[in-house]
């Protein structure tokens, strides 16, 4: 009976973290303009996919979506990160991800669908 409610259990708390990791904001990080930033002091990283960006270039942003982190995250410029994301949950995990990767995400613009980028955190 314990080994079946721990079988449960496992699967249970993956999904709850799961959530965690997409839905939930990590604080200290807050929305900007992109047009507010100084390209000098921090380091512009578009997260969003190739055929995303390519429709809305920011010129100066070293664009590396996050299928691509675990290749492409140590040619990612060591200053204080501003992150452009098409919505929320690739906010929160390109986020989070760069954290564990010891990157200091500092702010963030949201780039894409508008509908998206209202709702929520």
Request: aromatic share 8%; charged share 15%; proline share 4%.
């Given at each position: 009976?314990?080994?079946?409610?721990?079988?449960?259990?496992?699967?249970?708390?993956?999904?709850?973290?799961?959530?965690?990791?997409?839905?939930?904001?990590?604080?200290?990080?807050?929305?900007?303009?992109?047009?507010?930033?100084?390209?000098?002091?921090?380091?512009?990283l578009?997260v969003?996919?190739?055929?995303?960006?390519?429709?809305?270039?920011?010129?100066?942003?070293f664009?590396?979506?996050?299928?691509y982190?675990t290749?492409?995250?140590?040619?990612?410029p060591?200053?204080?990160?501003?992150?452009?994301?098409e919505?929320?949950v690739?906010?929160?995990?390109?986020?989070?991800?760069?954290?564990?990767?010891?990157?200091?995400?500092?702010?963030?613009?949201?780039?894409?669908?508008?509908?998206?980028?209202?709702?929520?955190?």
């Amino acid at each position: 009976m314990i080994a079946s409610t721990m079988l449960i259990g496992l699967p249970v708390s993956m999904a709850v973290y799961s959530v965690y990791k997409r839905h939930i904001p990590v604080s200290g990080v807050k929305q900007a303009q992109l047009n507010e930033i100084d390209g000098n002091s921090y380091a512009l990283l578009d997260v969003r996919a190739y055929n995303v960006s390519n429709n809305e270039v920011v010129s100066d942003a070293f664009n590396l979506p996050i299928s691509y982190f675990t290749r492409g995250y140590k040619e990612i410029p060591q200053k204080p990160i501003h992150l452009i994301a098409e919505n929320q949950v690739e906010k929160n995990l390109a986020t989070r991800l760069l954290h564990q990767k010891g990157f200091k995400v500092v702010s963030y613009s949201l780039m894409g669908n508008s509908k998206m980028q209202t709702a929520c955190c």
